[in-house]
C-alpha cells in the first residue's frame, strides 16, 4: 500500500511538473498488452523557453520521453519490464508509420528514463551502462539503439538543475531538495504545487509512514502552512481547486458540473480534506458520499 501511494505521487508530480508542455499520459496503456508505462509524455511542437525552469527533468522532455520512478532501488527485472514497454512502444510506432506510408523520425521514439533512488554497480554493469562525457554524474546510459538512461538519484550533484529530479529521491536525498524548494521565492511557478503534493503524500501515508517519512512531514508542515496562508491571503486557492479537478477527472471520469460547483464553493479546510481522500475515490458515487459526509 504504502509503495502505491509513492507511486502514485511520483505520476502526479511529474504530470503537473510537464503538463504545460506537451501531452502526459500517466499512466499510458500499451496496446495489446497489460502493460502501464508510468508516464509517457510528449512535448508539444512549439519549443517553450520556461521547460528550461525544470532543469534536467526539462532537457529529459525536450523530446518524448518514457518516465519510469521507483521508490525502492529498480532490480534487474524490473528494468527489463520498462524496456519491454519500451520496445513495444517503438513497435506500436513502426507500424503506425508503415499504416500512414511514412518513415518513423529517431526523434519521435521516446526515450526511457528510469528514474531509481539508487542502484548497484551489479545493476549498472549487468545492463553495460556507462557515463557520457557531456553529461551529468548519475546519468548511465545503455546501448545508444536502445534510447534509454538509468538515472541514479542520489549521486546527481545537488544544484538547481537537478532539484525537480532529486525530489523522487529517498531519505536526505528528498530533504536536501525539499529545503531547497523552500528557499525558492513564493512566486516560483512549480514550488506551491510540489509543496502541495509532497504534503498530500505524507497526510496519505497516515499510520504507514517509514521513519525517513516522518523526518519529511516535520519539515513539511510548518512550510505548507506558511504557504497556505499566503494562498488565503493572496486569494489564490483556485489552483488547488484545478488540481484536485483534475485529479478526480483522472480517477473517476469526467465530473459533473454540479459537483465542480461544489468543489469551488469548499472552503480552504475542506479543500485540504479532499484532495487527500480523493485518492480512495473509484466513482462519482464516492465523492457524492463525501460530500454527504463534509457538508459544507
Sequence with gaps: MTRFIHDQFAKDYLEELLKNYGEVQAPSRVPGEVREIDVYFSPYPQANPSLQLLGLLGKFASNPAIFEPFRNPASADEICDCLLKLLEVRGVLKREAKRNKTNLQETETPKLWILTPTASPEILSGFNTTLETDSLPGIYYLGSALRTAIVVIHQLPRTNETLWIRMLGRGTVQKQAIEELAELAPSHPFRRITLELLY?????????????????????????????????????????????????????????????????????????????????????????????????
Design 200 to 296: 498530500n503524500l505524507q497526510k496519505h501515508l497516515g499510520v504507514n509512514q517509514e521513519p525517513e517519512d516522518k523526518e519529511i512531514i516535520m519539515r513539511l508542515a510548518p512550510l505548507y502552512q506558511q504557504d497556505r496562508e499566503l494562498a488565503v491571503q493572496e486569494g489564490k486557492i483556485e489552483g488547488e481547486i484545478l488540481l484536485i479537478i483534475r485529479q478526480l477527472n483522472r480517477r473517476i471520469g469526467e465530473i459533473p458540473v454540479s459537483l465542480i460547483e461544489r468543489i469551488q464553493k469548499l472552503p480552504l479546510d475542506k479543500l485540504e480534506i479532499l484532495g487527500v481522500e480523493l485518492l480512495d475515490f473509484t466513482n462519482t458515487d464516492d465523492l457524492e458520499a463525501w460530500f454527504n459526509q463534509n457538508q459544507e
